[in-house]
């Protein structure tokens, strides 16, 4: 079954630190993988999308097959970033749920002055 | 445009009754999904609609369902209510069935008691 994992309930880090939000996956194909993002009192929203090899308010992601994962980074965090992190991958085209993201059970971010 | 709208916003039920919860996608946007989010969880996926039909359907019990109407909105209808049906239910909307980006509602906060 596809899976997501995230193994951090809480990455407390101080402003201008490096931050890594790590990100597990399971599953044999082509990953769909995004990062989602929820700000307090905010909607959840997409950051950035595994495909499109951006970077979003200084946030990357890279995907590493070998060891299925697709950790978020950010070189030096803001307080700005202090938000609730989540982690999902999309069932792929022609599979029965193609439009179903699958979340990890998310990571809070917080950013200490 | 106000994004994706959900009503209502807070919604206090007791075991065995039954609730509907509404939603309406952005205006273009012909699919909705619905998920659950349990306090500390990730979003679990329990439907997907696409031009009024099913293209999805999670792992819950028949007790909940869905539908979406010609506007493209929709309803998540649950029946015989337990404790812990007591969640967060999200609504996203997305152009296609397969679009890679959901934008959400801000969520229907259900307490069964």
């Known amino acids: 079954a596809q899976r997501v994992t995230q193994p951090e309930k809480l990455l407390s880090v101080f402003k201008g630190a490096p931050v890594e939000l790590k990100c597990n996956y399971s599953?044999?194909?082509?990953?769909?993988l995004f990062w989602y993002v929820q700000y307090s009192r905010q909607r959840l929203q997409l950051l950035l999308r595994?495909?499109s090899r951006e970077s979003i308010k200084g946030f990357t992601a890279d995907l590493n097959k070998g060891e299925t994962s697709f950790h978020l980074k950010k070189p030096f965090a803001q307080e700005e970033d202090s938000a609730m992190y989540y982690c999902?991958?999309?069932?792929?085209?022609?599979?029965?749920?193609?439009?179903?993201?699958?979340f990890g059970q998310g990571t809070t971010l917080q950013v200490k002055p | 445009d106000a994004g994706v709208t959900q009503s209502p916003t807070h919604l206090i039920k007791t075991r065995g009754q039954h609730v509907t919860l509404r939603c309406s996608p952005i205006s273009g946007h012909k699919s909705v999904s619905w998920y659950q989010q349990v306090l500390g969880q990730g979003p679990q996926f329990i439907f997907q609609y696409y031009e009024k039909e099913e293209r999805g359907r999670g792992n819950f019990p028949d007790r909940f369902s869905a539908r979406q109407f010609p506007n493209y909105s929709s309803e998540l209808n649950v029946n015989a209510l337990l404790l812990g049906d007591s969640a967060l239910y999200l609504c996203?909307?997305?152009?296609?069935?397969?679009?890679?980006?959901?934008?959400f509602g801000p969520g229907t906060r259900l307490t069964v008691t």
């Open positions: 996203a909307s997305s152009l296609w069935d397969n679009s890679y980006e959901q934008y």
């Open positions: 599953y044999s194909g082509s990953p769909e």
């Open positions: 595994h495909i």
């Open positions: 999902a991958h999309k069932a792929p085209h022609g599979s029965s749920n193609t439009g179903k993201l699958i």
